[in-house]
């Protein structure tokens, strides 16, 4: 008889709980270090129109003490707030054992990418910016801001946070919540801050080179598909840009405009985030240049995430389980 493989059933909730804030960190640079060893693979990411959105399908297998694959496939349809009372992005996590195929784990994605994203930032914020920052600028004031802001609180010594957002409403809700000034205006706001984080869902640039002053680090979140962009190509030519993933940014982060507008080649990005872990190219080197991480989000990030969470649900051995192939 063959064995029977019961796969662990894990919500929101549960993983909020099952994680602190420094695992999300942990899963994120084991994550990248496994790439830059080359014990990871991360496929090109899918993706599949909806009627007011976009799917986006993203897979990467990671080889470890135990190995693991996951897939992750997440909705993005920005009018889900205001017209349907539904988040943004939401989806669900398939974490699978690499060796035998079995399927561990069914998990709720809203947590698990909000997290991992953040802690990317994070990550990179280790290597690219100062170690003295202590002003930070957050342009989009959602979940995904809240949460970067948290990862980098973590990371760097903030004192003063500034919320943009071209919704005026959304920056007054996010300055009540998490201590932060309004920043009516972006211009002055960016050219005050150490750090400046873009996560939004702008199809047009409004980050601009002389809004930025030298010995910034711009963590730039928004651009996960080609038809978005944050970044001016004239400040991404002016920056030390490092990737999460090279070829990912170059057909669909704030890279790909850059190129595409003649600004800059693909040769002239600095690094991976991967070398930057591993250790094969130096992060930020002067107090003045202006660093830049093209954020365009990997399955890497979740494999990593979804096998940690898994782990942790399955040592506590009292989740909610189903016998898929019973």
Not at 171 to 198: K, N, R, W, Y
Request: proline content about 5%; charged content about 20%.
């Amino acid at each position: 008889m063959s064995a029977q493989i019961r796969s662990l059933i894990l919500a929101r909730t549960d993983i909020a709980a099952l994680m602190r804030p420094a695992d999300w960190l942990a899963a994120a640079e084991t994550a990248f270090r496994a790439a830059g060893e080359g014990r990871a693979d991360a496929p090109a990411p899918l993706a599949i129109p909806g009627a007011q959105g976009v799917f986006h399908a993203k897979g990467a297998g990671l080889r470890g003490a135990r190995s693991y694959v996951a897939l992750k496939l997440n909705a993005n349809f920005p009018g889900n707030p205001q017209e349907h009372g539904l988040p943004t992005i939401q989806g669900a996590i398939l974490l699978c054992d690499g060796g035998n195929g079995a399927v561990l784990a069914i998990m709720d994605s809203i947590e698990a990418t909000l997290r991992r994203t953040a802690a990317a930032s994070a990550l990179a914020a280790r290597y690219l910016a100062r170690a003295d920052a202590t002003s930070i600028l957050i342009c989009g004031c959602g979940a995904q801001g809240a949460a970067q802001l948290a990862a980098l609180r973590d990371v760097l010594p903030l004192s003063r946070c500034l919320a943009w957002d071209r919704d005026p409403g959304r920056a007054a809700a996010f300055s009540e919540g998490f201590q932060a000034e309004v920043a009516e205006d972006l211009a002055p706001a960016a050219l005050a801050s150490d750090v400046i984080v873009t996560c939004t869902t702008s199809r047009q640039p409004f980050l601009d080179r002389v809004m930025v002053r030298p010995g910034t680090f711009v963590a730039a979140v928004g651009a996960d598909s080609p038809d978005k962009s944050e970044i001016s190509p004239a400040l991404m030519a002016s920056a030390k840009v490092v990737a999460d993933v090279l070829d990912q940014c170059v057909a669909m982060g704030d890279l790909h405009h850059a190129i595409a507008g003649g600004a800059m080649t693909r040769q002239a990005v600095h690094a991976e985030l991967a070398e930057l872990v591993g250790g094969a190219r130096p992060g930020r080197t002067s107090a003045g240049e202006i660093t830049l991480f093209d954020s365009t989000g990997t399955g890497l990030q979740d494999v990593a995430a979804a096998a940690m969470i898994y782990e942790r649900a399955a040592a506590a051995g009292d989740w909610p389980s189903v016998a898929l192939a019973a």
